[in-house]
């Protein structure tokens, strides 16, 4: 699952974009199954769940006609 935003915004020779997005995750690892192997128990992994969010920010900005800079900045967390 995933949620994200963008806003953009442009002033003179600016345009300024910023924006959050976060990403669910549900991760099913399985099972291990000995087959007919006597020395291997077999084993079911739990499920796990974790979060990925983030926030950027970035502006592009026109110098001259030939000549545009850009600068930007993320910053991205995960927890599970």
Request: glycine letters at 6%.
């Amino acid at each position: 699952k995933q949620f994200k935003s963008n806003l953009n915004y442009v002033s003179g020779k600016h345009k300024i974009e910023g924006g959050i997005s976060s990403i669910y995750y549900e991760i099913d690892p399985g099972q291990l199954d000995p087959g007919t192997s006597e020395r291997v128990n077999p084993f079911t992994t739990p499920l796990e769940h974790s979060l990925e969010s983030a926030i950027h920010i970035e502006d592009e900005f026109e110098i001259s006609k030939k000549i545009t800079m850009s600068a930007a900045v993320r910053y991205s967390y995960y927890m599970n």
